[in-house]
């Protein structure tokens, strides 16, 4: 029901409403007050395709006006949807969710799938990167600002070994060299055989899901990751996962039911707003990005005597003739 209303979403701790049941708790000593907190959230939408034909177009409106409501009372530097169903014929525009930048990697010649992560506009991305062998999807990104690269990844079930390692390796090389970097990993992994509470892989499975949940341990041991979720986030599994190098990065977890998805929703609460950078800080932008020039010390008069330059009508009958 689209109209449900918006308990489904957790509320921050410390408001009125009651805390969530569902949670999980990181080994974080400090309990930073609610200004000073934001939180992440994740969710298998299970469709977000706005076409008119589309049985889910209601969820974008209805995730642009809950994103809208919670933003008033805490800060949401990201949020990752996974199974988006989308395709390339759908524009950005019609995903548009206000202060929100879009990045996206869809499943292009099957049926489902695909990733996708809202940003805010506050945190500027870089270096954005896909991965799409129509079985599995992920992106992955850079946030200079804060230090902080985001992965997000959709693995379906029986997903062949083959393409879920290269998927892996393709986020692990991407974190290669970037150690300092906090790193924030979540998705939808479908890796039912893992009992996070004891991080054992449990019997009774298929081969291929216990080595890709082998393949996963190993992604975690090479780049120090912890996983922080250990509530069910599909009926009795825990399949939606979120992992980081930062010991500090995560206070808390709350799942939620929403009317999106038979998925939780997920909430990973943060002891530091990446919306508001520490200013004492500079960002460390690389040196051929535009981010990095320092237009204060641009030689004006060089650019307008370059622009002066240039014959504009002949490259504008040149255009002409090209067309």
Known sequence: DPTASSSSWPDPPGSDASAPNNHATSESSSSPTVDSISSALLLNVQSINPSARSSARWKIEYLRNKMEHKSKHISLPFVALTETWLKPYVHDSQLDIEHYNISRCDRDTRVGGGVLLYTHESIPITGLEKFDDQTCQALVCKCETVQMIIAVIYRPPDTPLASFKACLQFISDYISGHESYETCLLGDFNLPLIDWNSRAILPGGSSNSSQSAALLFDLMADNLLSQYVLEPTRLNNCLDLFLSNAP????????????????????????????????????????????????????????????????????????RTLR
């Open 248 to 319: 500090n990065l995560v206070t808390h977890v709350s799942t939620s039911c929403t009317p999106l998805s038979d998925h939780m929703l997920l909430e990973v609460f943060l002891p530091h707003d990446p919306c508001r950078p520490d200013p004492s800080v500079p960002p460390d932008f690389s040196v051929s990005s535009f981010r990095s020039l320092d237009f204060l010390k641009a030689d004006y008069e060089k650019l307008r005597n370059f622009l002066d330059s240039v014959d504009w009508n002949e490259l504008w009958e040149l255009s």
